[in-house]
């Protein structure tokens, strides 16, 4: 379906916008058009086939509306002829599609202000969920899917190298650490300057691109942050924890649980780009890559993974 066809198809799906045209501008795990439409300018969400089921899809929008509803900085969905949730084909498939507003504002530059705005955010996103309930169903995140199952992806290119039996012992250690009376809840997952915008006239902002999100570890939220502060060495970690407390506490034990959860990351992070996950978009990385990749695991293990 080009986008000649897609804005056919959104106008079937949304005529309450008015008259639309719809352009397709980004493609990775899912696909994004820009609509344009009397009504102003919001973006559709074609998840792959695929990657995400009726029920997953459908909790998530359960999830966005939850979060508007408690006022949370989110962009208003907007329901078509087939509710919520509607049908496209692309790519020669048939695909859920999602239409909301598009997020005001502009992707923001690295700044003390933004990590703060950030922070605020994922605690914001923390403190509406803790009476969200949907009937429908996102797995949650667990040892077993975090750890055990991008492990066992990346075992057969490990064994190769000769660095499984290394990277399992990473990864009891990490499951070890994990497994003690750490906060859980809804989380964001993807709570990164790439899926929020920055009102260009306040210091307000805009959270998108809900798909990873899922009950799991709020203590997981910043672990992007706390690796890119320490890489730099820039308190930029410490800003996004002033952020995050200015609105709810982040107890002594979770914080010590984010440098784990750095290197959980890295795990479904290099089996993602190694072309092994459902969510891969190619392959980004190769075997050759993997023992450089181990070292840094270890040496950051050895550096910062110690307080638990």
């Known amino acids: 379906m080009g986008d000649e066809a897609l804005t056919v198809r959104v106008r079937q799906l949304y005529p ?13 795990v899912h696909d994004v058009a820009q609509v344009d439409a009397d009504a102003g300018r919001y973006a559709l969400k074609v998840y792959r086939f695929g990657v995400r089921t009726s029920e997953e899809v459908r909790w998530e929008v359960d999830l966005h509306r939850h979060l508007l509803a408690t006022g949370a ?19 020669g498939r048939r695909r859920w ?18 990590y703060r705005l950030l ?4 605690a914001t996103i923390h403190a509406a969920t803790e009476d969200f309930d949907s009937s429908h169903v996102r797995p949650p995140r667990t040892i077993s899917s975090e750890v055990d199952h991008y492990l066992a992806l990346l075992r057969p290119s490990l064994d190769r190298i000769g660095r499984w039996d290394e990277v399992e012992a990473l990864g009891r250690r990490v ?15 993807d709570l990164t300057l790439d899926n929020i915008h920055i009102h260009i006239d306040s210091d307000r902002l805009t959270v998108f691109d809900l798909d990873s999100a899922g009950e799991g570890w709020r203590a997981w939220e910043p672990q992007g942050v706390y690796q890119a502060s320490v890489l730099n060495g820039d308190s930029r970690w410490e800003h996004w924890l002033a952020g995050y407390e200015a609105i709810r506490p982040m107890a002594e034990v979770d914080r010590a649980a984010v440098p784990y959860f750095v290197l959980m990351a890295h795990f479904e992070h290099v089996a993602w780009k190694l072309g092994l996950t459902r969510t891969s978009v190619g392959q980004l990385l ?3 890559d993997l023992p450089g990749l181990v070292d840094g695991w270890s040496e950051w293990a050895g550096a910062h993974c110690l307080s638990i």
């Open 97 to 114: 599609a999602v239409l909301s507003e598009w997020a005001p504002g502009e992707k923001p530059a690295p700044s003390a202000a933004t």
């Open 73 to 91: 900085p989110v962009p208003r969905l907007v329901a078509g002829a087939e509710g919520f949730v509607g049908e496209v084909e692309l790519g």
């Open 286 to 288: 190769t075997e050759a």
């Open 16 to 28: 309450g916008i008015g008259v639309s045209v719809a352009r397709h501008v980004y493609s990775s």
């Open 119 to 122: 922070g605020s955010a994922a």
């Open 175 to 189: 499951s070890k650490a994990l497994s003690g009376p750490l906060e859980r809840g809804v989380c964001h997952n």
